[in-house]
């Protein structure tokens, strides 16, 4: 069973950043897209940024270019999410998900998509001015 926790979470001022981790457990980490999507309050919910395990591909949504970060670390099973020059409309809970995958391509269908298999319990992200 696919198990995904994610943590790093927490406030921080405009401008700030945040690291954010997901620890994955219960599948072959090298066969999937992995990804970040975020739900704000009274919002739909949004994907943010997607990653291919298997060859490193990455892809992001337009308001986060050249700000997130999405890598990962294959020997210990995690995912990251490096968060700079936070915008208070980056508030909102931070989903880490998983969808099988095995091209690269995929991904990019998966971050327009925003459908995953699998989801974490997520994480809070608040940004104050």
């Known amino acids: 069973q696919v198990q995904l926790q994610e943590s790093g979470g927490g406030s921080v001022q405009v401008g700030g950043s945040l690291r954010l981790s997901c620890a994955a457990s219960g599948h072959n980490y090298n066969n999937y897209c992995m990804g970040w999507s975020r739900q704000a309050p009274g919002k739909e919910r949004e994907a943010v940024a997607v990653?291919?395990?298997?060859?490193?591909?990455?892809y992001y949504t337009d308001s986060v270019k050249g700000r997130f970060t999405i890598s990962q670390d294959n020997a210990k099973n995690t995912l990251f999410l490096q968060m700079n020059v936070l915008k208070p409309e980056d508030t909102a809970m931070y989903y880490c998900?998983?969808?099988?995958?095995?091209?690269?391509?995929?991904?990019?269908?998966?971050?327009?998509?925003?459908?995953?298999?699998?989801w974490g319990q997520g994480t809070q992200v608040t940004v104050s001015s």
């Open positions: 990653i291919y395990t298997g060859g490193g591909n990455t």
């Open positions: 998900a998983a969808e099988p995958c095995i091209t690269g391509i995929q991904a990019l269908g998966v971050l327009t998509s925003g459908e995953y298999r699998h």
